[in-house]
């Protein structure tokens, strides 16, 4: 199973644009990446998925590097309604996916 | 309408009893998932059927039974209830298996046992 790392909390304020990052050294090759989102005293909800190079939907962009041991979230602009837990997901079938404790953001005024 | 549901929403109940947990998806999925989620935020999968089947049963004592009525529901039976089990409990939906399918999930439902 490949194991997730990354950190436990971020800060920042309204209107910047935040990167989390997320090691991944023994990702496999049918492993895609994926991250979900959770505010509190609600589900963890689907942000963006990739497997290699770049990904940009409506919410966000995932940038993963050739060897793909690592791979960053990009929120542009964040709001206050941003802060929740981001979940880094590595897995090729749902058995493997472990969504481990997460990264708080807290988007400060 | 509501795409994965749960009830109940809280559940506090004495230790060694006995209480399910009961989940519906309307979204025509074949896969649906059991995760407990503890008080700091970790959240780990305890079961997956796909079309009524178990397929994922991870390290999980066997008070807990989950049961499969239909594809569009899965519930979750726990007998002699402890401690320890008191969690927030999400039931979540998915296409397929693979883990390029985009997972659903309800609102949760909080555990305490007293």
């Known amino acids: 199973l490949a194991k997730t790392t990354q950190p436990i909390s971020m800060d920042s304020y309204e209107g910047q644009e935040v990167n989390i990052t997320c090691s991944h050294n023994n990702i496999a090759t049918n492993d895609y990446i994926t991250w979900y989102q959770q505010f509190p005293s609600q589900g963890p909800r689907f942000i963006i998925q990739?497997?290699?190079t770049k990904v940009t939907n409506e919410v966000a962009s995932l940038f993963i590097p050739a060897d793909r041991k690592s791979s960053t979230l990009s929120l542009p602009r964040v709001s206050l309604s941003d802060t929740a837990v981001y979940y880094c997901?590595?897995?090729?079938?749902?058995?493997?996916?472990?969504f481990g404790s997460g990264t708080q953001l807290t988007v400060l005024p | 309408d509501t795409a994965v549901s749960q009830t109940p929403k809280y559940l506090v109940t004495q230790m060694g009893n006995d209480k399910s947990i009961k989940c519906e998806q309307n979204l025509g999925h074949d896969t649906m998932y059991w995760y407990k989620q503890d008080s700091k935020k970790f959240l780990k999968i305890m079961f997956s059927?796909?079309?009524?089947?178990?397929?994922i049963n991870e390290t999980v004592p066997n008070r807990f039974s989950p049961k499969s009525p239909d594809k569009a529901h899965l519930n979750l039976h726990i007998n002699s209830l402890e401690l320890g089990d008191s969690a927030v409990y999400f039931c979540?939906?998915?296409?397929?298996?693979?883990?390029?399918?985009?997972?659903?999930f309800g609102p949760g439902t909080r555990l305490t046992v007293l």
């Open positions: 997901l590595v897995g090729g079938s749902a058995r493997q996916l472990t």
């Open positions: 059927y796909n079309n009524k089947e178990l397929i």
């Open positions: 990739g497997y290699k």
């Open positions: 979540a939906s998915s296409p397929g298996t693979g883990a390029y399918n985009e997972q659903f």
